[in-house]
């Protein structure tokens, strides 16, 4: 069975501390492996990952791919309070447009 | 680009109803996948529809249907309403199918009294 599981399920830290967030998949026929983040609406985009091991940047936001460990990495440095959201992993498969989603990791930052 | 957009943005019915969502998707997307977001479940995938046809579907009952238009615009409709059917339907429109990027809309927050 197909499925995607985060870790921490939810993270209360300090403006200013860095955070890694992690995403672990078990997922046949894998393409890709998306970010989103989602406060009190649409999860947003953040970063889509194919290749195992090249890191996409956005700012303090990074994440990497390893496919040999099926898993991801989210990081955020010098949190802001605006970073406060759920942060929600995908998997795509290379059939159709179904994703998996994990239940996403709770991340609060306070001042 | 204007984004993705669903209507209604909130409704409220009764057991045993029927509901229809709407969703336009970005201009020049043509796939469509529908989602429904419950604090326990996490977002779980209905299904997809490509150029008018339905390429994924999801483990849900038949009471959950839906279709594409040729102007790539997606309805999704819910027939004898659940109490357990209360979520947050989102919808996300991607480019192409096969795992292209999707970006979602602000969602229909249906709730079953």
């Known amino acids: 069975e197909d499925k995607v599981v985060q870790s921490p399920l939810s993270l209360v830290v300090h403006e200013g501390d860095t955070v890694t967030l992690n995403c672990s998949y078990e997922v046949t026929n894998f393409r890709s492996l998306l970010w989103y983040k989602q406060e009190k609406k649409a999860p947003t985009f953040l970063f889509m990952l194919t290749s195992s091991g090249i890191e996409k940047k956005s700012g303090r936001l990074s994440s990497i791919l390893d496919k040999k460990e099926l898993s991801s990495i989210l990081n955020i440095t010098a949190t802001q309070t605006g970073d406060s959201a759920i942060y929600l992993c995908a998997v795509a498969k290379n059939t159709g447009n179904q994703f998996y989603f994990g239940t996403g990791t709770s991340l609060t930052v306070i001042p | 680009k204007a984004g993705v957009t669903q209507t209604p943005r909130y409704l409220i019915k009764t057991r045993g109803q029927q509901v229809t969502l709407s969703c336009s998707p970005i201009s020049g997307h043509r796939s469509v996948s529908w989602y429904q977001q419950t604090p326990g479940q996490g977002l779980q995938f209905l299904f997809e529809?490509?150029?008018?046809?339905?390429?994924n579907k999801g483990n849900f009952p038949g009471r959950f249907s839906g279709r594409q238009f040729s102007n790539s615009r997606s309805e999704m409709n819910v027939s004898t309403l659940e109490l357990g059917d209360s979520a947050l339907y989102l919808c996300a429109s991607s480019l192409q199918t096969g795992g292209d990027t999707q970006y979602f809309g602000p969602g229909t927050r249906l709730t079953v009294l």
């Open positions: 529809y490509f150029s008018e046809t339905q390429r």
